[in-house]
Structure formats: structure tokens, C-alpha cells
């Protein structure tokens, strides 16, 4: 992604700007929806004559204004709203893979994909335009995906049972397990007990954002809700105990740097990034992504050098990042191996100072 000044700016630096273009990524939290370039959403909105409120493609996205998380939720939603059909489901899934993916050294993604953001969209149809978009991406750049379904935590436990039904009643290869989107506040994971367990017996991956909740909330999506890898996840810091757990069993966290900053999840939105060290500190398996690239005005290589600027990460605590990524994947013994062996090649040939 290119043309725009970035929301998290940071200085000159031809070596780290070097280094982490050059760095090898898997993306395991980032949102379809999150992904639409904005002049992809102007237009399909002239396609389906949405009526955007006289925003275009330079002011559709105010990052500063996802501070508060309903204005960023009322925005994605407009965005779900213009992403109809099978050609604007093919469209933004192989932009999302190619300029927002392969194009910033990443070699394989786990699309978070949720159903409830599409209105009026059949699941069918869904499932039909994102894979036929992936697999072209896939064909043109190699880059591997998987897809991960949202659940919206603001909806019922009910509802979110009736989605995995579907998911399970309509099963592709390609889905890969569930997850849990939205206000945490508004939808504590205590809910969707039910809607897991269907899950879990189906054999599928879960995962659920916690972003904003007490480290108690870590323990139920670990517990209750069987999760083996965890979104965001900040808050986990706030007790030694859970922490020493989650560095025993090796539980992922997907860290989203720019726009939890943002959001003011991983810390003050003073661009220290201190939940992060914090958590790398203690020992526990961090992973990187970019969670609503253009939404927060980032990409998949702007996260990493905001940690390089801001932490003085080198390239082998960057590297490290990815390798807990691959560790994390939803993928079978032999295609972890295969993206590992990927991984280990592209990092070798990564510049050092």
C-alpha cells in the first residue's frame, strides 16, 4: 500500500525501512472488510448506489476517530454494506491478498471473514466469492490462505450457534476455525460457551478478539471456549499468574500494533508500545498482523517498523514474530512445515546491519 501518509509516522531510516520490507510475514488477524482499499469502497458504492455521505476515497477512513470503537464498527459496517455480490467478494479478497499480502513479503494469511457484516449476503455466496478471490491471488502471487469466521459478539449466543451450524452444515476446506468480533464490553465471551463447544466437537480452530476486557476473560476463551490462540490479548500482562500460564502452554497472541495503539487496547496511544515489550518480555508467544490495514492508515510492513522504531526490535526479535505465527497457524503438520521451510529461506536472505 503506497500513497499515503501513514497514521503512525516514523522517521527516515533506509535500514529498517530495508529490513522489514525484506521480512518474510504470516497474517493471522486481519479482517476482510478491514482490508478494502477506499477507493474500492467509493466504488462499489457508485455500483450499488450507496450513498456515502459525500466521503471520498482521501476522508472515507478518520483514523484518529477509531479511538472510539463504535465509530470504527459504524464505518466497517458501511464498508460490508457495498460488498455485494460474487465479483465484489472476488475483488477485495484478491486486493486484500495481493497489494494488502504477497506485496508486503506476506506468504500466507488466515482471512478473518465475518458472515454477520455482509447483510442480506448467503453465506453460500460468501464463502464462493472470497475463495474464488483467494485462490486467484494465490495462483498469481503464492501466497497461502485459510479462512477464519467471525462471530459478532453484540448478537446473541443463539445466533452465534446458528452460524456455526452453517459453517459446519456448509463445510470447505478452506475454513479453517471460528472466531469472536466486536465490542468485547457489549459481548463477554462467557456467552458463546455453546456456539465453541459445537465448534470444537466439529474439529474446528477458535479464537476470539480480547482487546478490552480483565485477564479473567483470558481464562474463559481458554477454559470454556477452547481457544488455542487468542486476539489482541493486552490485558493478559495485568496478571503474573494467567501470564505464567499462557507462556507455559504456549498460547499465541496476535498483536495488532498500530491500530490497538489507536484504539488505546495495547497502552495510552502514545506510540511506546510498552503492552507489547511487556508481553515479549514475560516470555509469551507473540505474533504481528495489521488487523484493518487501511482503516488505521498501516500495513503489513508499517506494524513491524513502528516496533522497529519504537522497541528497537532487530531482525531477530521481527523474525521471531513470524515463526510464532507459523507455530500458530491452523494448518496440518506437513503444510506448517512446508511454510515454515518458506519462512526460514526468506529470513536467511533478509539484510542485517
Not at 59 to 64: G, M, S, V
Not at 184 to 199: C, D, I, K, S, T
Not at 309 to 320: R, V
Request: charged share 25%.
Amino acid at each position: 500500500m503506497t500513497g499515503f501518509a501513514y497514521s503512525t509516522p516514523t522517521p527516515a531510516d533506509p535500514v529498517i525501512d530495508a529490513l522489514v520490507a525484506a521480512l518474510p510475514k504470516v497474517s493471522l488477524h486481519c479482517h476482510l472488510l478491514g482490508t478494502v482499499a477506499p477507493a474500492t469502497v467509493v466504488d462499489l458504492a457508485r455500483k450499488h448506489r450507496v450513498d456515502l455521505g459525500g466521503r471520498t476515497a482521501d476522508d472515507l477512513y478518520d483514523h484518529d476517530s477509531y479511538e472510539d470503537l463504535g465509530e470504527f464498527l459504524r464505518v466497517l459496517d458501511v464498508v460490508g454494506s457495498v460488498v455485494r455480490d460474487l465479483d465484489d467478494l472476488h475483488r477485495v479478497t484478491y486486493e486484500s491478498l495481493t497489494a494488502g499480502g504477497a506485496a508486503h513479503g506476506v506468504l500466507y494469511r488466515e482471512i478473518q471473514l465475518s458472515p454477520p457484516g455482509h447483510e442480506g449476503v448467503p453465506y453460500s455466496r460468501l464463502l464462493d466469492g472470497v475463495i474464488a478471490g483467494a485462490r486467484d491471488a494465490e495462483t498469481d502471487t503464492g501466497i497461502g490462505f485459510g479462512l477464519v469466521i467471525g462471530i459478532n459478539r453484540e448478537r446473541s449466543g443463539a445466533e452465534a450457534r446458528r452460524l456455526v451450524e452453517q459453517v459446519i452444515a456448509d463445510r470447505r476446506d478452506e475454513v479453517l476455525g471460528i472466531g469472536l468480533d466486536y465490542a468485547e464490553v457489549n459481548g463477554p465471551p462467557h456467552g458463546f460457551v455453546e456456539a465453541y463447544r459445537l465448534a470444537g466437537d466439529a474439529g474446528l480452530g477458535r479464537t476470539a478478539h480480547s482487546e478490552s476486557g480483565p485477564p479473567a476473560h483470558v481464562l474463559t476463551l481458554l477454559d470454556d471456549l477452547g481457544c488455542s490462540r487468542i486476539d489482541h490479548g493486552y490485558h493478559v500482562v495485568d496478571d503474573p499468574e494467567i501470564t505464567a500460564r499462557c507462556v507455559e502452554e504456549r498460547i499465541p497472541f496476535n498483536c495488532t500494533p498500530v491500530s490497538s495503539d489507536i484504539g488505546r487496547y495495547s497502552g495510552s496511544g502514545d506510540g511506546t508500545h510498552e503492552r507489547i515489550r511487556e508481553m515479549v518480555d514475560a516470555g509469551l508467544c507473540v505474533t504481528i498482523d495489521s488487523d484493518d490495514p487501511p482503516m488505521f492508515g498501516t500495513d503489513p510492513t508499517h506494524d513491524f517498523r513502528v516496533l522497529a522504531h519504537a522497541l528497537g526490535y532487530g531482525a531477530e526479535q521481527l523474525g521471531a514474530f513470524t515463526l510464532n505465527a507459523v507455530e500458530a497457524t491452523w494448518l496440518d503438520a506437513s503444510d506448517k512445515q512446508a511454510l515454515r521451510q518458506r519462512v526460514e529461506a526468506a529470513l536467511a536472505a533478509v539484510p542485517t546491519p
